[in-house]
């Protein structure tokens, strides 16, 4: 009876594991059905982007499906000329393979979609984000494979990026990621460093600050127990010495003394006067080796007590200057972000309250023609074209003192006389508008002579009262708000190309310093007729 019931319960199991086998061999009907609707569709734009949502939607449920979609989108991509397809073809085909552990299929993919580059539709900020965690993945795959060097030269990439789109939590992981790569390679000290620069970085983010602050106590406790091992073979080394030293010279010491004594003996029948005599110089010189051997070790002690404290407080002075190091890196990219007024505010009470102010000239740019000339460049050109020029307007309205607000696209907002006050702010803010259209004009040309598209731009400035401030608790940014802003807005869209244009309240303020042709009254959106003025020069 007990072996028919052992062979039934064998035969039950070996059921249960067939079933279930067959289970997971089968196919889920819902995503055969989705890939013969997908297979079945003419090869367009369309197909491509339904390929590529199916693979990304189900590469960790079915990954090979998802595989088999992914280079479906590929080749039709290819097919088609789709550029922008074999780019998000290449993506997905990364991320399949890097979630199988295939490294070396996943950093060719994401190598490939680096290279064509980011055609999807979606702002800047969308496509440096991409490529970031890209050079991220890639960095990863080498990790992986224990290769080190080219892994963290990878995540220095991701984290330029991160850095360059202001994405602090983004920079602090990737930091952390090179802080582990260091550790990994036995670098205990850069490791703590690394570890040392993400932490105020990771600030908005509770649980990534906690984890790097337990790596970088972890790392410093390995490089502290490594020096402490260090310094204590070197300090036995030369202790051993040192006594090995003395022992020599008791030895000799001894020596001579049974020299002495053997002299004493032979002249001991001969003068007693004599052996007491060198009895007492023995007495004197042993006296002396016991002072001079207590001495001796005494300054050895005071020479290792006074070498340790020096040691400890050039370590402890490093700490500090990192610290200070870190403190000043992270003020310099707050102030970058914050006037100086409001950075310290933030610091002191961890809010900044908004504040009214009477008189600010708002100023608001706007290229004409963006969309036409945009089509002309590539998206690394255009990139590189907008920086150029708003990175001219931050120097021109930086020597006037004025704030810049914002860039919004390829518009570019600035305020003068605010955070601080400032009576001037109008005759400063209307100087540094012509500048700003000399700098288009001269840019203008320059373009012109070579062949190469170039950007002209609307000005308008109104003067009057705003409130200004930080709203939020992350990716803090300051702003204003009133209907000057809008006023000075409706100045600008009003306005003519290479013109600076104002309102009649910017106008009675700059009217003795600068030559003004009156417009008269201009139909403005939402504020009817409105006085309106060119500045000419001074």
Not at 285 to 297: A, D, N, P, V, Y
Request: overall charge neutral.
């Amino acid at each position: 009876m007990q072996k028919y019931f052992k062979e039934s319960l064998c035969l039950l199991l070996a059921m249960l594991c067939f079933g279930q086998l067959l289970m997971v061999a089968q196919v889920d009907p819902e995503i055969e059905r989705s890939l013969k609707k997908l297979n079945r569709m003419r090869n367009s734009k369309k197909k491509v982007t339904a390929l590529i949502d199916f693979s990304n939607q189900h590469y960790i449920t079915h990954p090979d499906e998802a595989l088999e979609a992914a280079n479906e989108a590929l080749t039709t991509s290819w097919e088609i000329n789709y550029r922008e397809g074999v780019t998000a073809a290449h993506h997905s085909l990364g991320a399949i393979y890097l979630d199988q552990l295939d490294y070396p299929q996943a950093r060719e993919n994401l190598i490939k979609f680096l290279e064509f580059g980011n055609q999807r539709p979606g702002s800047e900020t969308i496509a440096m984000e991409e490529a970031a965690r890209a050079y991220r993945d890639i960095g990863r795959t080498y990790m992986a494979e224990n290769n080190i060097i080219e892994g963290v030269n990878y995540y220095e990439k991701s984290l330029s990026l991160h850095f360059k789109n202001l994405d602090t939590l983004g920079a602090a992981n990737i930091i952390f990621l090179i802080g582990r790569a260091h550790l990994m390679n036995g670098d205990y000290e850069k490791a703590a460093l690394e570890y040392g620069r993400a932490l105020p970085l990771a600030s908005g983010d509770q649980i990534l600050h906690a984890n790097i602050l337990r790596a970088k106590e972890n790392a410093e406790n390995i490089l502290e127990g490594y020096l402490q091992t260090e310094v204590f073979q070197e300090k036995t080394e030369e202790l051993t010495q040192k006594y090995s030293v003395v022992l020599d010279s008791l030895s000799r010491t001894r020596r001579e003394r049974e020299k002495i004594e053997s002299e004493r003996n032979l002249l001991q029948a001969k003068n007693a006067l004599a052996q007491a005599e060198i009895r007492r110089k023995n007495e004197e010189k042993r006296f002396i080796s016991g002072l001079l051997i207590m001495i001796l070790l005494l300054a050895l002690a005071i020479l290792y007590a006074f070498l340790l404290k020096r040691k400890s407080n050039r370590e402890l002075a490093e700490k500090h200057r990192q610290l200070r190091e870190e403190k000043k890196r992270s003020d310099e990219l707050l102030l970058n972000i914050l006037p100086a007024e409001t950075a310290n505010e933030l610091k002191l009470t961890g809010k900044a309250e908004a504040r009214s102010h009477e008189q600010v000239t708002v100023l608001f740019t706007d290229f004409l023609g963006f969309t036409t000339q945009a089509e002309k460049m590539t998206p690394h050109e255009l990139v590189e074209e907008l920086h150029y020029c708003f990175e001219a307007f931050d120097k021109i309205i930086g020597k006037y003192g004025i704030e810049k607000i914002k860039t919004i696209g390829d518009a570019y907002m600035c305020a003068g006389g605010l955070p601080v006050a400032d009576q001037e702010n109008a005759e400063k803010t209307v100087m540094a508008a012509l500048e700003l259209q000399a700098f288009l004009k001269n840019l203008k040309e320059e373009r012109q002579s070579s062949g190469q598209p170039f950007f002209e731009a609307r000005l308008g400035i109104h003067t009057g009262p705003v409130v200004a401030g930080v709203v939020g608790i992350k990716k803090f940014s300051y702003d204003i708000w009133g209907d000057t802003v809008n006023t000075a807005s409706r100045m600008e869209s009003s306005g003519e190309v290479g013109k600076v244009n104002i309102s009649r309240s910017t106008y009675l303020l700059v009217k003795d310093k600068f030559e003004c042709t009156p417009r008269g009254k201009i139909m403005a959106k939402n504020k009817g007729e409105v006085d309106m003025y060119f500045v000419e020069g001074l």
